[in-house]
């Protein structure tokens, strides 16, 4: 079945460490989309990508970082630099066109400890 | 500045009410309008709105859009407790490069 995997669901990170959040696709789109929503708040973009080996930043991208060099793979590190890490993070991917909806990963919620 | 801008941030009726939510966007390069329902984790996709005054139903669900207004709603008739979730509207635009952003939902709260 064709669909959009992030792993862990679970993560939790001590204050000053890096982490990387998995993201994998088999539905053969091009775009990706990395979005961190906290309690009561919408989804806020903080990378995107088109097209492999090429990723903008989003409205957030202050204190992480993307890399793209699979189109099947678009994993996100949180660095140490970002303040506030934890958050619920949400993965999606679409046609670059937009005449599909985007589609979902189940999310992995990060802690910092 | 472009952005998605979501009305009410939460709401609460009893089963059997009608809703009615609301989604204005301004957007360089609009594509499309998109609702999405989310429970506990990862949005599930309701419409997908392209084109201006075409309504889409699915169920007790339907949508709508107004290109000239930069507005859309998200009408649920007959509610339910299942129905309770946030309702999050996002709009795809952009030139060279697609964007995919977000408004900041709307709770909804469907009492028995």
């Known amino acids: 079945d064709g669909g959009i995997t992030q792993s862990p669901k679970y993560l939790f990170r001590k204050e000053g460490q890096n982490v990387t959040l998995s993201c994998e696709q088999n539905?053969?789109?091009?775009?990706m989309y990395w979005y961190r929503q906290d309690p009561g708040q919408g989804l806020r973009l903080i990378y995107y990508?088109?097209?492999?080996?090429?990723?903008q930043k989003g409205d957030i991208a202050e204190g992480y970082s993307v890399s793209r060099e699979k189109k099947e793979s678009f994993p996100l590190t949180v660095t140490s630099a970002q303040k506030n890490p934890t958050a619920f993070y949400l993965c999606?991917?679409?046609?670059?066109?937009?005449?599909?909806?985007?589609?979902f990963g189940q999310g992995t919620r990060l802690t910092v400890v | 500045e472009d952005k998605v801008v979501q009305s009410p941030l939460s709401l609460v009726v009893h089963e059997g009410d009608t809703v009615t939510l609301n989604c204005s966007y301004e957007?360089?390069?609009?594509?499309?309008l998109l609702w999405y329902k989310q429970e506990k984790k990862a949005p599930t996709f309701l419409f997908m709105l392209?084109?201006?005054?075409i309504e889409k139903k699915s169920g007790r669900l339907s949508s709508i859009l107004d290109k000239k207004e930069l507005f859309s709603i998200l009408n649920i008739t007959a509610t339910q407790t299942g129905d309770s979730a946030v309702y999050l509207c996002?709009?795809?635009?952009?030139?060279?490069?697609?964007?995919?952003?977000f408004g900041t939902g709307t709770l909804l709260a469907v009492q028995p």
């Open positions: 957007v360089t390069n609009f594509r499309s």
């Open positions: 392209t084109s201006s005054g």
């Open positions: 996002a709009a795809l635009y952009g030139g060279a490069t697609n964007k995919l952003i």
């Open positions: 990508s088109q097209i492999v080996n090429d990723f």
């Open positions: 539905l053969n789109h091009d775009a």
């Open positions: 999606a991917s679409s046609t670059p066109a937009g005449n599909t909806e985007a589609f």
